[in-house]
């Protein structure tokens, strides 16, 4: 019963992704001196460092949800190709993690698209 519940509800989460996703020009690009990397953010910053940090200067500038999935697709190979079994157990988690904390709408500093801001009126 637990993990029907549980399937439902990351069921819920994506499909409310899918419908919220902003579909961004990926042509605009935003100031590259003004980005910032936190690292893996909620992670540990191991041996795998240089793949949050290119992960985070796509998400910096957000776009398409595809560009975001093909991002975090991105992520998973790049952390899951670093040498040691413990990286093949960590990229699953940290897609997971990226999926569902990197929803631009969150009001987390690393969701999709932070370097853009939030719209003000």
């Known amino acids: 019963m637990k993990k029907i519940a549980f399937t439902i509800a990351l069921t819920a989460l994506f499909a409310l992704h899918t419908v919220a996703q902003t579909n961004a020009d990926s ?8 980005f910032k990397s936190d690292g893996c953010s909620l992670f540990p910053n191991g041996k795998y460092l240089d793949c949050c940090i290119e992960h985070d200067r796509a998400y910096f500038d957000g776009g398409s949800w595809t560009m975001r999935w093909r991002t975090d697709k991105k992520l998973f190979k790049c952390v899951a190709a670093k040498k040691g079994f413990e990286h093949k157990l960590i990229a699953p988690l940290m897609w997971a993690g990226v999926r569902v904390g990197g929803l631009h709408f969150l009001p987390t500093p690393f969701r999709w698209g932070f370097g853009r801001g939030r719209n003000s009126k």
Do not use: N
């Open 27 to 34: 042509t605009a690009k935003s100031v590259a001196q003004t």
